[in-house]
């Protein structure tokens, strides 16, 4: 009998089950992959940046060495050579992930975990199979999300790939085209357009991340990623798309008329959704949303006792690092563990280059709220560390309360965001102020006094600019 089940080995998942035999439970973990990370080990956030960190290494040694008077000639690159890199990171992962089960005493299972009853979880190969059943006194879902497909548009995992096969692929297309200026959309068809495709994004609505980032930065990103090369249609609506001859035709709606695009690939990457197949939800009368996902209290229990749930099989953002905070609070919480989740102080990065990374409110939102706020902001330009390194593109922005001073959002476009905004989800954690960063003494010369002066400019007192 064991205290916990959790199914799915995620971030959300393998974060949980250590977290709950820290504190004393017996716990096994199911996983349908053959290796344990779930999707964003395998075939999402992990391989998607060894290919991204491979493809801008490459464009730096092509186009950016020179300007530091290195020479390195003709510079090449070899596609297999970076999928076999991009496959050893993650069989690194996986097995750190083995190490991790095996030193905290969790049972890690291999096979498709399915809800009997509320006690019960049986274990099954890829063929349905039965290979085990788990007794347990709870049960935590983490099983994630898949990617979204589109009416009309069947995958072939050749010519019509999700963003796993785009991950797979063993020479550069000629021409991708993508559907969705989404996350995945922009960072896979950059790498590809690094490595020489043409790439052309379709996006149904007017601004790519379709509102989720703060709107200076979605334009400041859509120019330098235009000058990058990729090319975007804007208020495209996708109507289908054919194979033919190993070329694929897409059509859409674009002002008003039908139009249609040629190319040897076609990425769909609009987005994921909760990844619940097989897993038994009827048999215990646990019921989804009408978007797919499990509905949970602020403790992350379901409607159904002893059933957890977490991560991006649950409403909210799906963000890896989430679904780990999720999970550690869900498991303290069923040891009577005070704690809990501010969802305001949950950065959201993007891998492009530069990087994007947010946390909190952007000004739409504030605006719609009535919420009084004061801006602070500071470009990478007349950052003394952003012209030595050559990273000058970018900036940080701070929104502050009116009156208390208290963060309420940031938005940072620019080199090593995704680490810069790690500073300001803590502040925004413990509740601070733009003066507390602004006060707060930051090494120079370093990318983190572009923070600084930007919460310093809150209060119209930039030192630098």
């Known amino acids: ?70 020479s390195v000639g003709d510079v090449t690159f070899d596609v297999e050579k970076m999928q076999a890199r991009k496959r050893q990171v993650v069989k690194s992962g996986t097995q750190g992930i083995e190490y991790l089960f095996k030193k905290n005493d969790i049972d890690g299972i291999q096979g498709w ?52 096969w785009a991950l797979e692929f063993e020479e550069v297309p000629e021409h991708l085209v993508v559907i969705g200026a989404g996350v995945i959309g922009l960072e896979l068809g950059s790498v590809w357009n690094r490595l020489g495709a043409k790439v052309t994004v379709l996006e149904y609505l007017p601004e790519i991340f379709g509102g989720r980032m703060d709107s200076q930065v979605a334009k400041l ?134 990087e994007i990374a947010s946390v909190g409110k952007t000004e739409a939102e504030l605006k719609e ?6 801006v602070g902001k500071f470009p990478y330009k007349a950052n003394g560390r952003a012209r030595a390194i050559g990273e000058t593109e970018g900036f940080a922005k701070i929104l502050a309360d009116a009156k208390t001073d208290r963060i309420l959002g940031a938005h940072i476009i620019g080199a090593q965001a995704g680490d810069l905004i790690a500073e300001l989800g803590v502040a925004t954690e413990f509740h601070g102020s733009a003066e507390d960063i602004a006060r707060s003494s930051h090494a120079h010369p370093t990318l983190a006094e572009i923070v600084k002066e930007a919460a310093l400019d809150v209060d119209d007192r930039m030192l630098n600019l």
């Open 369 to 374: 709220a009535g919420i009084d706020y004061k």
């Open 1 to 70: 009998m064991y205290d916990l089940v959790v199914i799915g080995s995620g971030p959300g998942g393998y974060i949980a089950s250590i977290r709950a035999a820290q504190l004393g439970m017996k716990v096994a973990c199911v996983e349908r992959y053959p290796t344990f990370g779930g999707t964003c080990l395998n075939v999402g956030c992990i391989p998607s940046k060894a290919l991204l960190d491979s493809s801008e290494r490459y464009v730096e040694a092509r186009d950016h060495l020179g300007d530091h008077g290195i």
């Open 221 to 354: 990103a859509t120019r330098i990623l235009k000058k990058q090369g990729l090319d975007f249609v804007m208020e495209a609506q996708v109507t289908g798309a054919a194979v033919s001859d190993g070329k694929v035709t897409t059509t859409y709606k674009h002002d008003g008329e039908e139009k249609s695009i040629e190319s040897d690939k076609l990425l769909v990457g609009v987005g994921r959704r909760p990844f619940t197949d097989n897993l038994g939800l009827e048999n215990i009368g646990l019921e989804t949303n009408d978007r797919g996902f499990i509905e949970v209290d602020e403790h992350y229990k379901t409607s159904i006792d002893g059933v957890y749930a977490i991560g991006d099989v649950i409403p909210g953002p799906m963000l890896a690092h989430l679904a780990e905070h999720e999970g550690v609070v869900c498991v303290e919480r069923m040891n009577g563990v005070a704690g809990h989740v501010n969802y305001d102080a949950v950065p959201d990065v993007v891998y492009t280059h530069p």
């Open 113 to 164: 975990g399915t809800i009997v009853d509320t006690e019960t979880v049986r274990v099954s190969d890829d063929d349905g199979e039965e290979t085990q059943v788990l007794k347990t006194k709870k049960i935590l879902i983490a099983t994630g999300s898949k990617p979204i497909s589109l009416p009309g548009i069947e995958l072939d995992k050749e010519n019509i790939v999700d963003s796993t």
